[in-house]
């Protein structure tokens, strides 16, 4: 225990001076010769780009020596056998790192070196320095002058931006390693900082906190972790963001296995929309080694891993199933820009034919899960239900974080409560978990947990389990943007054994899935003249019109349905009226099941506090009058 403290502290002392240090470039380096707003856009693509450059720095020299051999037998396709050399799935074949161009003083030929050196980067590398647009930066520090600055600020010696860490001649360490989560979340919070001093609030859209993302690996996969068997098994994020979720699920999963003698393979896969943080995700897997190749071949076509665009108009992995689906979507961000990509307006959403949001169920050939166009979380849950594989013993395990809004907005027959309706009628909604707020960097409100799944416990069967885990929680020394609690291991424990007991108690309710079901019916009375008699039609039966803005919910646990409905709670009220045809919707509310009304306070404790009012106010009217 004390070891993992120190531990934790060290951590935490290295993220901390990290942060300040590059902070500090900004205000050191790029103050007065540049926009705040623009310090982003220089600063995050030059951490990632030394953070490639630091690990190819050992074997620079042996690199050149086998490009100059490979030149001299003439073999094109270099990149593998270097990629050998180097360790890792990228290599640069110029004669530069970061630290050699610190040597030029002239600003145009640094410049020329800079862009030399840019250029010598493999392939995939170049990926990552477009979608940065790290050239344009190059053009603009240059003529700001600030170029050569810049670099010498990042290749500093009391930093370390490695994934290894730095030893002294008797191999102490001197710098600990930076991890892939710990630069996602440097990453989050330098963007988190610089927006905040622009006024933007885009930060949070791309990250989920580690101790987060680890609750995440582990509601996937624990309940099925000893079905686990020597094979290979696929992990899939449709909102990747910087990656995190996919490597900690990643690193859980192998853990696992081997605690169960299991030998097992497994494929990432993901995409993600911002040009930024898909070129951090792409860079930290290039620098973890998970990825050693970023594209396969799929029935003769070559895609990647992790792809780049929109997951819902521009799917990189269409048709593609996986055993697990585990995301933290953006919510309440509208999504037109789709419906542009599609070729369709605002008001055309209907026209969508996209096979996982459009589909025939319950012999409605138009049946459709498509949401309202300003929040797209109820997309990509439909689109990870899409990727559900149904031939194989696990099916798929789907993990996805939502609002609140997930659970209850739409009209019954609309998109967001259709999709509610398909998952919870072919059982698939094993739980629902509620969190503490202020759980998130970027945000103070709480989320909710979705666990879906096509292979379902017996015991589970036709049932529905909803957690508050809502108090479950550690509070932090110290505010991370909005976040000021974790869910640390202990508090991860508890939660994880409510899922798995699955028994009720004061954290954990277990329904029947019609619970959540509803009929939604119009109501409708005979049509009267201005004389207030019945208007009736040729064959002498009364004209019904529709009750302007009413409409009843009767619950599919009413007893006797509809017509019991009908008969004991209109008909005595309003014995002319009666009921249209019903439109099915399913919702959910977790304060119907875990309120906690407030304890008032007894008149005891009241007067007690009056008393003790009076007490300490006594004499002080006679001294303010005697003023």
């Not at 957690?467 to 020394?477: E, G, Q, S």
Request: glycine residues 8%; proline residues 4%.
């Amino acid at each position: 225990m004390g070891a993992e403290h120190n531990s934790k502290l060290m951590n935490t002392a290295q993220y901390n001076h990290l942060f300040s240090f590059i902070w500090n470039i900004a205000n050191d380096v790029l103050v007065h010769a540049f926009e705040k707003g623009d310090y982003k856009k220089i600063i995050m693509p030059m951490t990632v780009l030394r953070r490639l450059d630091i690990l190819l720095e050992p074997t620079k020299d042996a690199v050149l020596e086998r490009k100059k051999a490979l030149d001299a037998a003439g073999i094109s396709n270099q990149e593998p056998v270097l990629f050998q050399t180097t360790g890792y799935p990228f290599c640069n074949t110029s004669h530069f790192t970061m630290k050699k161009l610190k040597a030029e003083v002239d600003p145009k030929r640094l410049k020329m070196n800079f862009i030399e050196y840019l250029n010598g980067y493999s392939k995939d590398v170049q990926d990552i320095i477009d979608k940065f647009r790290l050239r344009q930066q190059v053009d603009n520090l240059t003529d700001a002058e600030r170029l050569g600055s810049i670099i010498d600020k990042f290749t500093d010696s009391t930093i370390n931006l490695s994934i290894k860490p730095v030893l002294d001649e008797k191999g102490n360490e001197i710098l600990p390693a930076l991890d892939n989560h710990m630069m996602g979340t440097l990453f989050e919070e330098l963007l988190r900082k610089f927006n905040e001093e622009n006024n933007v609030t885009e930060a949070g859209e791309h990250f989920t906190p580690r101790d987060y993302v680890k609750l995440l690996a582990d509601l996937a996969i624990l309940p099925v972790a000893d079905q686990i068997e020597d094979s290979t098994y696929s992990i899939y994020d449709g909102a990747c963001g910087t990656g995190g979720i996919l490597t900690i699920s990643e690193e859980e999963m192998k853990r696992m296995a081997k605690e169960r003698g299991r030998k097992i393979n497994i494929n990432i896969f993901g995409q993600e929309l911002q040009p930024e943080t898909f070129a951090t995700c792409k860079a930290d897997l290039m620098i973890s080694g998970e990825c050693r190749s970023f594209s396969y071949i799929l029935n003769g076509s070559s895609r990647q891993y992790i792809a780049f665009g929109s997951t819902i108009s521009e799917d990189g992995h269409k048709g593609e199933t996986y055993d697990f689906c585990i995301s933290n979507p953006p919510f309440g961000t509208p999504w037109k820009e789709d419906l542009k990509k599609w070729g369709l307006a605002d008001s055309e959403k209907k026209k969508i034919s996209d096979p996982r949001f459009k589909f025939v169920y319950d012999d409605n050939p138009d049946f459709n899960v498509i949401p309202g166009i300003g929040d797209p979380q109820m997309l990509f849950l439909a689109n990870n239900v899409s990727r559900m594989k149904h031939g194989t013993k696990l099916g798929t395990r789907i993990v996805e974080v939502h609002n609140g809004s997930s659970l209850f907005t739409g009209d019954a027959g609309g998109g967001e409560s259709n999709l509610r309706r398909f998952i919870i009628e072919n059982d698939m909604l094993e739980a629902i978990i509620a969190m503490p707020e202020k759980d998130f960097y970027n945000t103070g409100i709480g989320t909710y947990i979705w666990i879906v799944t096509n292979r379902k416990e017996a015991r589970r069967k036709g049932k529905v389990q909803l957690i508050d885990a809502t108090a479950i929680k550690t509070p932090l020394r110290k505010n991370l943007g909005e976040k000021n609690c974790e869910t640390n291991d202990d508090d991860r424990k508890k939660i994880l054994d409510l899922l798995m007991a699955f028994e009720e108690n004061e954290y954990s309710k277990i329904f029947p899935n019609e619970e959540f079901g509803y009929w939604e019916v119009e109501l409708f009375k005979p049509a009267k003249d201005e004389s207030g008699n019945v208007i009736k039609d040729k064959k002498g039966k009364a004209k019904m019109a529709k009750v302007k803005g009413e409409v009843e919910q009767i619950p599919f646990t009413y007893p006797g349905g509809i017509e019991a409905f009908h008969k004991n709670e209109v008909l005595p009220y309003e014995p002319e009226e009666v009921f249209g045809e019903p439109t099915i919707g399913y919702e959910l509310s977790f304060t119907k099941y875990f309120y906690k009304p407030v304890q008032l306070r007894s008149i005891a404790e009241i007067t007690a506090d009056i008393r003790d009012i009076e007490k300490s106010t006594e004499g002080l009217l006679n001294e303010i009058l005697e003023r």
